[in-house]
T-cell receptor
Framework: GQQLNQSPQSMFIQEGEDVSMNCTSSSIFNTWLWYKQDPGEGPVLLIALYKAGELTSNGRLTAQFGITRKDSFLNISASIPSDVGIYFC???????????????FGSGTQLTVLP | DGGITQSPKYLFRKEGQNVTLSCEQN?????MYWYRQDPGQGLRLIYY???????QKGDIAEGYSVSREKKESFPLTVTSAQKNPTAFYLC?????????????FGSGTRLTVV
């Protein structure tokens, strides 16, 4: 199936630092989504992007839908301890033909914030 | 409040036994999904369902079975044929729209074979 290459796989940062992670694909997507998963819980939607070039913020989080429609990045500014978790990108291929199999997920970025 | 509920949160199974994981949603979503997550790994799709009484295999369906008799419910059975069932299982649901507004996930069930 389609694959999203998400990087980095893991990050260790100091509290207060900024963080950047990204996803790339060989396929064009018409929607990009970013999720956060707290330990032992299900992923929660952070940001949804629907247009190429779109830049959207949610508090300290900023995400962009790449111009080529094949990539997206997520930035977290001024990290805090509760930012710890796994961040997933997800993309929807165009013309899903009514299939419920709408989203392809990246492999996740494990973020650790050190005090 | 609408949401998606998975139960139980923790489940222990003896080798050779079947076990069923529950997933219920009151979001009026048409589509539902089951994912498996291993430690430090991403999400792998087991089964999905677009409508009642219909479901499709995902990437790792072997050793699993599902049913979709009601719109609200999508239980997953882990059978004895699944050789390595210890994992974190996530259920999700979504609307059936051309432009995705994302999935809503449950809080997961951690299955351990003892």
């Amino acid at each position: 199936g389609q694959q999203l290459n998400q990087s980095p796989q893991s990050m260790f940062i100091q509290e207060g630092e900024d963080v950047s992670m990204n996803c790339t694909s060989s396929s064009i997507f018409n929607t990009w989504l970013w999720y956060k998963q707290d330990p032992g819980e299900g992923p929660v939607l952070l940001i949804a992007l629907y247009k190429a070039g779109e830049l959207t913020s949610n508090g300290r989080l900023t995400a962009q839908f790449g111009i080529t429609r094949k990539d997206s990045f997520l930035n977290i500014s001024a990290s805090i301890p509760s930012d710890v978790g796994i961040y997933f990108c997800a993309g929807q291929l165009p013309n899903p033909s009514g299939s419920a199999r709408q989203l392809t997920f990246g492999s996740g970025t494990q973020l650790t914030v050190l005090p | 409040d609408g949401g998606i509920t998975q139960s139980p949160k923790y489940l222990f199974r003896k080798e050779g036994q079947n076990v069923t994981l529950s997933c219920e949603q009151n979001l009026n979503h048409d589509a539902m999904y089951w994912y498996r997550q291993d430690p430090g790994q991403g999400l792998r799709l087991i089964y999905y369902s677009q409508i009642v009484n219909d479901f499709q295999k995902g990437d790792i369906a072997e050793g699993y079975s599902v049913s979709r008799e009601k719109k609200e419910s999508f239980p997953l059975t882990v059978t004895s044929a699944q050789k390595n069932p210890t994992a974190f299982y996530l259920c999700a649901s979504s609307t059936h729209r051309e432009v995705s507004d994302g999935y809503t996930f449950g809080s997961g069930t951690r299955l351990t074979v003892v």
